[in-house]
């Protein structure tokens, strides 16, 4: 028999809603126990979730209210001898910057579910969740005062150069393999599934998803989506090569526990073709799964390396890419957008950094130029930083402090795309061969112009826009200004300083 159930008799919108309730703690209730709800929102209609044991004999039940009023629920558990039956009143959101997930909106852009459009400027962060308590606080103190409303982070440890550590914690109770004679030189040779690994994976340990879910709520408190990223290549640890049992356990628990959070988005893989043991029929089996668990529709994609996924499938909501070589990223966008229809996130263009690899060694300059030319040519970049320092402590891997020149110069990229009109910009069809050009999507498709000129450096760029006339602006996307140059009808002539990333911004009046 269970005891202590907890319900709050209220929740805000958008906000996760919980469920507690005592039950067995002996033998394995992982896989002997099972626990759901079917909620009834006002207005009609019902969702039925999945709850999870979190250790100690506590089960959770975690649900996403997205309709104000009065919500019922019916409770059932293996432990039960009978439903449970409650309600709760779900009010309207009060919370600064509560917008609800973000979903996808005319076709390329993304918005929040109240209409907000959401001007994606990314980061990455792999594996910050697993650091010391201290350096995952200087994470969140940078993320407050930095432009990211996104961060890509993976659930599951990560082995690679610069991150060789084990985490403190494990998803699995187990044993990981011996690493006493690893260094940065055969870092390679533990990759895989090496001897020496052992994991009980019939079980998870609640600690190491209490401290992922706690990082998601920390962002959410923040305003930044969690792109999280549920299976990579980069192990040590067999975690990349569970089988189809684990691997449907691993998911139906991870969309139990963390669905509720409304900032939350879902990456099958980073690089999924650098998991050759993983078929394509494994990824759409783990994409059924999450399309039938996850009632809410969290923005759901998998991102490459070499080779992309087809975007087209019905269940990838955006296009997670990685540019195809060190020198093509936003240049791109255009392409994809009008290959596969969805928006186009390029959540990997390489970093800013001072690293060995051609990957980690782009000048704040070049950072900031790729975003300048995703964005303006429709989709939404993802920034990285790899700045060596004495404790080897990157931005990339770790979290903790920005050293780089960009983060800067991309919240005043992110301060233009909050003035667009509409959800975003587009590629602007009547371009000169020459000019990176784009208007607002919408009703001021005619109205609002950007031209971006990278790293060209033109004197002055001559404009034909049709009757009408136009507020004139030159912005320094490197040096952050913007100066008025009055107004221009006609043909008209804007006068640049001849240097490279400059821009020009043109509203009709």
Request: aromatic share 16%.
């Amino acid at each position: 028999m269970s005891d202590g159930l907890q319900y709050p008799r209220q929740v805000e919108r958008w906000n996760r809603y919980e469920i507690t309730l005592q039950g067995p703690a002996t033998g394995n209730p992982f896989i002997e126990q099972t626990l759901s709800a079917s909620f009834f929102p006002a207005g009609g209609g019902s969702q039925t979730v999945e709850g999870f044991y979190d250790g100690a004999g506590c089960y959770r039940l975690r649900y996403l209210p997205r309709t104000v009023g009065l919500c019922r629920f019916e409770l059932k558990a293996s432990f039960l001898p009978q439903l449970i039956r409650g309600s709760f009143t779900v009010t309207p959101q009060v919370t600064p910057g509560n917008h609800g997930p973000v979903h996808v909106a005319d076709t390329y852009y993304l918005a929040y579910e109240d209409g907000t459009p959401y001007h994606c400027i990314g980061s990455t962060c792999y594996a910050w969740v697993w650091q010391p308590e201290q350096l995952r606080q200087a994470t969140l103190r940078t993320l407050a005062a930095a432009p990211f409303n996104k961060l890509r982070f993976c659930v599951l440890p990560k082995h690679y150069i610069y991150n060789l550590k084990d985490p403190p914690l494990f998803p699995f109770p187990g044993t990981p393999v011996d690493t006493s004679g690893l260094t940065p030189a055969n870092f390679n040779d533990y990759n895989g599934c090496p001897p020496g690994n052992h994991w009980d994976f019939s079980r998870f340990n609640p600690a190491y998803f209490q401290q992922l879910e706690h990082c998601i709520a920390s962002l959410c408190n923040l305003g930044i989506e969690a792109d999280l990223i549920v299976l990579h290549p980069y192990d040590r640890w067999g975690f990349s090569q569970m089988d189809a049992a684990t691997d449907q356990r691993y998911w139906r628990y991870l969309i139990a526990r963390l669905a509720c959070y409304r900032n939350l988005w879902w990456s099958l893989a980073n690089e999924y073709d650098l998991l050759p043991q993983r078929s394509l029929a494994d990824w759409e089996r783990d994409a059924d799964l999450l399309c039938r668990y996850d009632p809410y529709g969290h923005l759901r994609s998998i991102h490459n390396c070499f080779d992309f996924y087809d975007y087209s499938r019905p269940w990838i909501t955006h296009c997670s890419i990685q540019r195809q070589n060190l020198y093509l990223s936003g240049e791109l966008t255009a392409r994809w957008r009008e290959r596969w229809h969805k928006p186009v996130v390029l959540d990997e263009i390489a970093y800013e950094g001072d690293i060995q690899f051609g990957w980690g060694n782009l000048s704040g300059e070049e950072m900031t130029r790729r975003f300048w030319e995703t964005v303006c040519r429709g989709g939404y970049a993802g920034h990285g930083e790899t700045y060596l320092n004495p404790d080897n402590i990157l931005w990339w891997s770790h979290g903790g402090t920005l050293h780089g020149s960009s983060p800067a110069r991309l919240a005043f990229l992110r301060r233009i795309m909050a003035e667009t009109p509409g959800p975003g910009l587009e590629p602007w069809p009547a371009a000169q061969w020459d000019e990176v050009a784009a208007c607002a999507h919408g009703p001021a498709r005619q109205d609002y112009f950007i031209f971006y000129y990278s790293f060209m450096r033109p004197g002055f760029r001559d404009f034909d826009l049709g009757p009408g006339r136009f507020q004139i602006e030159v912005m320094d996307t490197w040096n952050m200004t913007i100066t008025s140059q009055g107004y221009g009808e006609g043909r008209f002539r804007v006068r640049l300083p001849g240097r490279p990333y400059m821009a020009v911004r043109l509203r009709r009046s």
